[in-house]
């Protein structure tokens, strides 16, 4: 069976990392605009005629097209932050959750989750869970992206003649949009203080959460720490979390490791014993932190293998 997919927005960064990874399947057909999409009534028609729609615009541009879907059986992933709290919307990190896999395939509405909030979550949902990291506790997250986490504009002007920007600390008025779903996804009660940056390579990123022990309730070890998200992602085929003595070992970290894929690797950094930890996170900001999860979560959608047109090495 071929199923009919429509990226609204084909033409962003986002967009054209997701037609890079669906338009070589057998198993689908990609409706196609070109010069027509910004016709009103052809918008329309292939937003209701496609099986499964992929918004990749601003947000106020994705409410409008969900507004235009009128088709019940058209299954809708927004890319945008527009939903990602929203009511009635499914939240696209299938790992979230022993739960989250089997809500997002069975959904009409999945909002796509943000790049930083993916490796926040995956660091720090199974903390508060297991009762490690208290719901109000204060947490901190820092983190530095590829400049394409931008778009167009922040890639023209890294990749411009004479850039001499070789690091950019952003954000600064403490409201980025991402930290209403990184607080809520990550199980916490109080608002995250979210500190990002942007460097000057292309993509990959490192979400670093910063932890003292001895602040939270029972000073819990490194080991138990390690061992939450060794229990939480038992089994995930795209996120791993890498041996205490691997992590011990290493002397620094590249935000480009894991380029060009799906993955997302958990390292739990401090001394055995020792007061204080650095949670990190790696992954690709257009693989797992964009269109690599937006392609899982089409898969699971349309009820096929998670991993089909995926690299997961």
């Not at 403490?174 to 607080?183: F, G, R, S």
Request: aromatic share 4%.
């Amino acid at each position: 069976m071929t199923h009919t997919i429509f990226i609204d927005g084909e033409a962003g960064t986002t967009g054209l990392e997701i037609r890079e990874r669906l338009e070589a399947r057998a198993d689908l057909e990609l409706l196609l605009l070109g010069d027509r999409r910004r016709d009103v009534a052809a918008r329309r028609e292939a937003l209701n005629g496609a099986d499964a729609v992929i918004l990749c615009l601003p947000d106020d541009a994705a409410r409008e097209a969900v507004a235009m879907i009128e088709h019940p059986g058209v299954k809708v992933i927004d890319a945008s932050t527009a939903h990602r709290v929203a009511p009635g919307w499914t939240y696209g990190f299938p790992e979230m959750d022993a739960a989250q896999r089997a809500a997002v395939a069975g959904s009409t509405r999945v909002s796509n989750p943000g790049c930083y909030p993916t490796g926040f979550i995956a660091l720090m949902r199974p903390l508060v869970k297991a009762g490690l990291v208290p719901a109000d506790h204060p947490v901190s997250v820092n983190a530095v992206s590829g400049y394409s986490g931008g778009g167009k504009a922040m890639i023209a002007e890294f990749e411009a003649e004479g850039a001499a920007t070789a690091h950019r600390a952003y954000g600064l008025s403490l409201t980025h949009k991402h930290v209403p779903e990184m607080t809520r996804h990550a199980g916490l009660s109080r608002p995250v203080l979210f500190a990002p940056a942007v460097g000057a390579y292309r993509q990959g990123m490192l979400v670093e959460v910063p932890l003292h022990l001895s602040a939270l309730p029972e000073t819990p070890s490194i080991e138990r720490l390690h061992g939450a998200l060794v229990e939480a992602y038992a089994g995930a085929r795209f996120v791993e979390v890498a041996d205490l003595e691997t992590t011990e070992a290493m002397t620094g970290i590249e935000p480009e490791g894991l380029n060009g894929t799906n993955r997302l690797r958990l390292h739990v950094f401090g001394d055995r014993g020792g007061a204080q930890a650095r949670l990190v996170a790696l992954l690709d900001n257009l693989g797992k932190g964009a269109s690599g999860a937006a392609v899982q979560n089409l898969n699971l959608m349309l009820g096929l293998d998670e991993g089909t047109g995926l690299d997961s090495r």
